[in-house]
């Protein structure tokens, strides 16, 4: 009897270990008007223009209120061109109380739109408007180019 009242009370400690240790993926919630954007600080409020990146040793997760904060920001991560780094943007359907996550390699990017840090990008699985890699490129080779970046200063 002992001994199965000993394991009925060790399975759910051992199941608990296990799933922390699981690998992590995948977007998480973003807790509006609460998170900050990684690189500029602002406080994520519009659903449209959300991104998110885990990765790093730890498979952490960094939020984002404008998908060219994300851009800019990982460009400077050493670890950014692992394979196993997951890049996640908000659809440009997406609402707080419905939030449409895509793959951002995978993702079209059409400009145009206002955006939280005026980079002007939203992403859509429809393939009207250009890929990762030429968004990528694009927000990069318009260095300087984030609203929040402080100038440097000569003294």
């Given at each position: 009897?002992?001994?199965?009242v000993?394991?009925?009370?060790?399975?759910?400690?051992?199941?608990?270990?296990?799933?922390?240790?699981?690998?992590?993926?995948?977007?998480?919630?973003?807790?509006?008007?609460r998170?900050?954007?990684?690189?500029?600080?602002?406080?994520?409020?519009?659903?449209?223009?959300?991104a998110?990146v885990?990765?790093?040793?730890?498979?952490?997760?960094?939020?984002?209120?404008?998908?060219?904060?994300?851009?800019?920001?990982?460009?400077?991560?050493?670890?950014?061109?692992?394979?196993?780094?997951?890049?996640?943007?908000?659809?440009?359907?997406?609402?707080?109380?419905?939030?449409?996550?895509?793959?951002?390699?995978?993702?079209?990017?059409?400009?145009?739109?206002?955006?939280?840090?005026?980079?002007?990008y939203?992403?859509?699985?429809?393939?009207?408007?250009?890929?990762?890699?030429?968004?990528?490129?694009?927000?990069?080779?318009?260095?300087?180019?984030?609203?929040?970046?402080?100038?440097?200063?000569?003294?």
């Amino acid at each position: 009897m002992l001994k199965h009242v000993f394991t009925f009370l060790m399975l759910p400690l051992l199941i608990g270990l296990t799933a922390c240790n699981a690998e992590k993926t995948g977007p998480e919630p973003i807790y509006w008007d609460r998170d900050s954007c990684e690189l500029c600080a602002m406080i994520i409020s519009d659903a449209r223009f959300a991104a998110q990146v885990r990765g790093g040793e730890k498979r952490k997760v960094y939020k984002f209120d404008d998908v060219g904060c994300a851009v800019n920001w990982l460009n400077d991560q050493t670890w950014a061109a692992d394979e196993a780094t997951e890049i996640w943007v908000a659809d440009r359907n997406s609402t707080r109380d419905n939030m449409i996550w895509l793959k951002a390699r995978d993702a079209y990017y059409v400009k145009g739109e206002i955006s939280p840090m005026n980079y002007g990008y939203v992403a859509t699985n429809d393939p009207e408007g250009i890929d990762f890699v030429a968004m990528t490129t694009t927000i990069l080779a318009d260095a300087p180019n984030h609203i929040c970046k402080v100038p440097e200063r000569n003294e």
